[in-house]
């Protein structure tokens, strides 16, 4: 969860410049941009986890209209992203991976090595930590 939530970090640098203050509309992009959502309502289902309601989700969608990165789709109350939108969603990712993988790429290959084994060696002690003490089991 750390590196994800690093990688989450990274990603926000990346797309700060372009939506400031208002996460919201570049959250409406990303949901439009991949097909996970297309409808206030969906985005209000699909991403809960961010507190919004539908009617925040649809003033965003205005906002992201107004700005040119989303139109209006086929079926009504749909949208998907303009070339515009598009465009800078591609840049914003471009972005991200330089800022989530630079730390890594000073790394000497031997290093790199070192650091794949230990990682992967993690990953094993946790899955035997789940296994011998029970968590991830369900209850009978």
């Known amino acids: 969860m750390d590196i994800f939530a690093y990688h989450d970090d990274a990603h926000l640098a990346a797309a700060r410049p372009h939506f400031n203050q208002a996460g919201i509309v570049w959250s409406v992009l990303g949901a439009v941009a991949t097909g996970n959502a297309v409808t206030a309502e969906k985005m209000a289902e699909t991403l809960s986890f961010r507190g919004y309601e539908v009617d ?3 003033v965003a969608i205005k906002a992201a209209v107004e700005i040119g990165w989303l139109e209006a789709a086929d ?3 749909t949208f998907r992203p ?3 939108g598009r465009e800078l969603r591609e840049q914003v990712e471009k972005l991200t991976d330089e800022y989530f993988y630079r730390p890594w790429a000073t790394l000497a290959p031997e290093q790199l090595d ?3 084994n230990l990682l992967t060696k993690f990953r094993e002690q946790i899955h035997e930590f789940k296994k011998n003490s ?5 209850a009978a």
């Not at 029970?134 to 369900?138: P, R, S």
């Open 56 to 58: 925040d989700y649809e």
């Open 75 to 77: 079926a009504p109350e």
């Open 82 to 84: 303009t070339p515009k």
């Open 114 to 116: 070192e650091l794949y």
């Open 134 to 138: 029970g968590i991830g089991q369900l």
